[in-house]
């Protein structure tokens, strides 16, 4: 029993075999010829993986295909168990691993809806009063009567989605949800993560869409190879996961080299540098201002892009973040068209080592153009009578009275 109430979800050193049959024999002749050949090769899915969530967390897995991510969700959902090791619950969990799942094809998309809301454990009149919802989130008004055979397969994922929300539970375990469905649908999936970030439940989100884990998951984990190779913060996760698949390399669960660029390449940051009197400066003094110099090179015409700057302390806190949406300025470049951003912000930060981070994406956040982690460092330090973390202008008014 997990004796942290805080913690929803610990998964400790779990590994998953499983044994693989070779010298498969097609006839009764061949099986008896070779029965003392036949035998077993042990994959190995998952070694000593270790993590946990915590209530409320919104929390990724990435991996490329193969690297044990489904066997792990599986593990979650109780659907296998672990070879070695355990995994500890705290409420109830509902997954979302293969939307459509019970489905039948000869039934009417209204009966395959009442179907998969009893797999859920609603009654027949809970499902008549969310009935409507479920139809209008999944637009299909016009197509409830027909067979399910006869739908589309994203037809069938948008129905299986809708009705999926609707489970009462502690824990979502979600699945590739937005590697299907049109633009419209995945709008929609977004819009609903964004009301359970907001609800504080707490979701396991496996996905390859980087800006969606970015923008949702508060830690993610890298899998590779059945391990754990990577456990942080979504960004930089994101960041390597990019690198892996660009690349072609293995993560080696540390950081990466502080200059390398994540991106696809339409546009370069060419460079992200404070700046004092027009020269790079790694030092600040607490009464200087800070000046973020970035530089952009477009390889490509780039349109409305996002530019996205944080500044980081020493326990990768985000200090400081700022991106051209808030202030309505556009990012539009030519092919091989440059573009120097200033940033000016009031030094209220408290004497420490910081690290600075920047990410260029398209309008939806679909792609990262480029992308620079912690490659600015600099150091705040001097006298200051306070010890508070940040120290903001204050106008104070002293008035004596009899």
């Not at 998964?11 to 010829?33: A, C, E, M, T, Y």
């Not at 969530?53 to 991996?63: L, M, P, R």
């Not at 009301?195 to 590779?224: G, P």
């Not at 200059?259 to 992200?272: E, P, V």
């Amino acid at each position: 029993m997990i004796e942290n109430n805080d913690i929803a979800i610990r998964v400790s050193h779990v590994s998953k075999n499983f044994k693989l049959p070779h010298d498969q024999q097609s006839s009764i002749k061949g099986r008896l010829i070779n029965f003392r050949k036949r035998g077993y090769e042990v994959q190995h899915a998952l070694v000593d993986v270790s993590f946990d969530v915590k209530k409320g967390e919104f929390f990724g897995i990435v991996g490329r295909n193969g690297s044990g991510k489904s066997t792990l969700l599986k593990l979650l959902a109780g659907i296998y168990t672990p070879n070695e090791g355990s995994i500890e619950i705290n409420g109830k969990l509902t997954p979302f691993i293969e939307l459509g799942v019970g489905f039948n094809p000869e039934l009417s998309g209204r009966d395959n809806v009442f179907l998969n809301g009893a797999l859920l454990g609603f009654n027949r009149k809970e499902m008549g009063e969310m009935y409507d919802e479920i139809v209008e989130f999944a637009e299909l008004e016009r197509f409830m009567d027909q067979k399910l055979k006869n739908y589309s397969s994203g037809m069938q994922v948008r129905l299986a989605f809708s009705i999926a929300i609707r489970a009462n539970t502690d824990i979502l375990v979600l699945d590739e949800v937005l590697a299907v469905g049109d633009a419209n649908f995945q709008r929609k999936c977004l819009n609903y993560f964004k009301q359970l970030k907001a609800s504080k439940k707490t979701v396991v989100f496996v996905s390859h869409d980087m800006a969606a884990v970015q923008d949702f998951c508060d830690k993610a984990i890298i899998i590779n190879n059945g391990s754990i190779q990577f456990s942080g913060n979504s960004t930089e996760a994101a960041a390597i996961y990019n690198e892996i698949n660009f690349s072609g390399s293995a993560v080696k669960g540390e950081s990466k080299d502080e200059s390398h660029h994540y991106g696809d390449g339409s546009a370069t940051i060419q460079k992200l540098h404070i700046q004092k009197d027009g020269k790079d400066i790694k030092h600040i003094s607490p009464k200087e201002d800070l000046n973020i110099l970035v530089e952009v090179i477009a390889n490509r015409d780039v349109k409305s892009a996002i530019l996205g700057v944080q500044i980081q302390d020493a326990s990768d806190n985000i200090i400081f973040s700022y991106n051209n949406i808030e202030e309505k300025l556009d990012i539009s470049l030519n092919k091989k068209q440059r573009m120097s951003i200033n940033l000016v912000t009031k030094n209220i930060f408290h004497n420490g080592t910081y690290t600075i981070s920047a990410a260029l994406k398209s309008n939806d956040k679909s792609v990262v153009y480029d992308q620079l982690l912690k490659t600015a460092k600099f150091e705040i330090s001097g006298w200051r009578v306070s010890t508070a973390f940040t120290h903001p202008e204050v106008i104070a008014n002293y008035v004596k009275k009899d």
